[in-house]
């Protein structure tokens, strides 16, 4: 094949395809190049510097737009492992079912380390204690009047908010138990349990000091916490079975 057919082939598939051409950097590079090095060595080539930092531009463009996808699958795993950890939490057919799963599954539906819920009870003392662990499971952890809010606010005299995420340098012994020294991050989720009846808390601690972070979102924390707040109303204050 000669010089002359391989020309007009190459001429056909760009005429063909002009897209392809004009997507391949490393050719649009070598074409700019070769017309650039015609140019007088006195002409600034401004057409090359202006390709340049569009090229540069639509990267970082590329490089945001990747981060964006990357973030927003993210966003719907975190979403569906949610609403199948609160399908999860529905599904026990008794009361007894449910510390059950309290007890041995509920960590692991939401994929965390270790998770809580504290209940507060103005007429309990240390005695009590290995007796309600008995029959509540190591999950349920029963305070005294004022220890959530004191809890969640670290003993500062405020309004805790209904949603708090936080690193910690440990975990508290009397809440964790023995995994308590090694965690590093928690999210707390205040419960409304009904007129007349004395606040909850979810508590998810994990070892991994970025897992909950102050920043972060907090929808589906709240999502979570209010269909928890059904829950508990079925189990501990509409009569259990």
Request: some cysteine.
């Amino acid at each position: 094949m000669d010089d002359t057919t391989q020309i007009s082939d190459f001429r056909k598939r760009i005429l063909q395809d002009p897209e392809a051409l004009l997507n391949d950097r490393e050719v649009m590079r070598a074409l700019i190049s070769a017309s650039s090095s015609n140019a007088p060595t006195n002409v600034i080539d401004l057409k090359s510097v202006v390709l340049k930092r569009l090229e540069g531009r639509v990267e970082e463009i590329e490089g945001q737009n990747s981060n964006i996808i990357s973030a927003a699958y993210k966003n719907i795993s975190t979403t569906t492992k949610v609403h199948s950890a609160i399908l999860d939490a529905l599904e026990p057919k008794t009361f007894t079912e449910f510390l059950h799963f309290l007890k041995t599954d509920w960590a692991s539906s939401l994929n965390i380390d270790i998770a809580r819920l504290c209940l507060e009870a103005p007429s309990i003392n240390q005695d009590d204690i290995p007796q309600l662990e008995i029959e509540f499971g190591p999950s349920v952890v029963f305070l005294q009047e004022g220890e959530i809010n004191h809890y969640i606010s670290l003993g500062q005299d405020s309004d805790p908010r209904p949603v708090t995420l936080r690193q910690i340098r440990k975990g508290a012994s009397n809440i964790y138990n023995d995994i308590a020294p090694k965690l590093r991050s928690e999210a707390l989720m205040k419960l409304d349990l009904g007129q007349g009846n004395s606040p909850g808390l979810l508590l998810l601690g994990s070892i991994n000091s970025d897992q909950f972070l102050p920043n972060m979102g907090t929808d589906l924390f709240v999502f979570y916490g209010s269909i928890f707040e059904k829950i508990m109303q079925r189990w501990f204050f509409n009569g259990q079975s």
